[in-house]
Antibody, heavy 118, light 107 residues
Framework: QVQLVESGGGVVQPGRSLRLSCAASGFIFSSFGMHWVRQAPGKGLEWVTA????????HYAESVKGRFTISRDNSKNTVYLQMNSLRAEDAAVYYC???????????WGQGTLVTVSS | EIVLTQSPATLSLSPGERATLSCRASQSVSSYLAWYQQKPGQAPRLLIYDASNRATGIPDRFSGSGSGTDFTLTISSLEPEDFAVYYCQQRGNWPWTFGQGTKVEVK
């Protein structure tokens, strides 16, 4: 069955960096686009970034452009989110999600919590 | 950026009642709109894609309609497990965006 497992969250000081990982299994990873979506505590969902199935293209929300970088390693079935210059407003649960054949998010991970605090 | 506005923010209903949730886009997204359900402590779940297509395993009491800028999610008869927060999401233009959510609560 399809599984997405995020890791790498934790507490980080403002201005520092963190890298999240999302390990995928149960499907042909290299055939699907992957996204990161975040949710601040008690708030709604915010789309963050996407990467094409082969890693050739990506898109970012304005709020993270220039600070966050999405990448993937299809040999390891893993997508990454490098987060630099973290701000208090980046604190959230970060979900990775698969963009299915319907081009909607058909599978989600359980999320990893990022706390930005001094 | 396309802004999705969901209404109402909260819907208070009883089991068995019909729920009608609205999502309005700031510009046309064609039919490229999805709906998700989220329960506390859980990841979202895909309900509807491309405005009116039920995702795999979704009961037929859930239905979606609309195109362009105005969309509706209807739950024909609320079951106890349907009380949750619902989000719309568009893929008509980058960046993809979500609405702010509608909470369906027990009256």
């Amino acid at each position: 069955q399809v599984q997405l497992v995020e890791s790498g969250g934790g507490v980080v000081q403002p201005g520092r960096s963190l890298r999240l990982s999302c390990a995928a299994s149960g499907f042909i990873f290299s055939s699907f686009g992957m996204h990161w979506v975040r949710q601040a505590p008690g708030k709604g969902l915010e789309w963050v970034t996407a990467i094409w199935h082969d890693g050739t293209y990506n898109h970012y929300a304005e709020s993270v452009k220039g600070r966050f970088t999405i990448s993937r390693d299809n040999s390891k079935n893993t997508v990454y989110l490098q987060m630099n210059s973290l701000r208090a407003e980046d604190a959230a649960v970060y979900y990775c999600a698969r963009e299915g054949m319907t081009r909607a998010f058909d599978y989600w991970g359980q999320g990893t919590l990022v706390t930005v605090s001094s | 950026e396309i802004v999705l506005t969901q209404s109402p923010a909260t819907l208070s209903l009883s089991p068995g009642e019909r729920a009608t949730l609205s999502c309005r886009a700031s510009q046309s997204v064609s039919s490229y709109l999805a709906w998700y359900q989220q329960k506390p402590g859980q990841a979202p779940r895909l309900l509807i894609y491309d405005a009116s297509n039920r995702a795999t395993g979704i009961p037929d009491r859930f239905s979606g309609s609309g195109s362009g800028t105005d969309f509706t999610l209807t739950i024909s008869s609320l079951e106890p497990e349907d009380f949750a927060v619902y989000y719309c999401q568009q893929r008509g233009n980058w960046p993809w965006t979500f609405g702010q959510g509608t909470k369906v609560e027990v009256k």
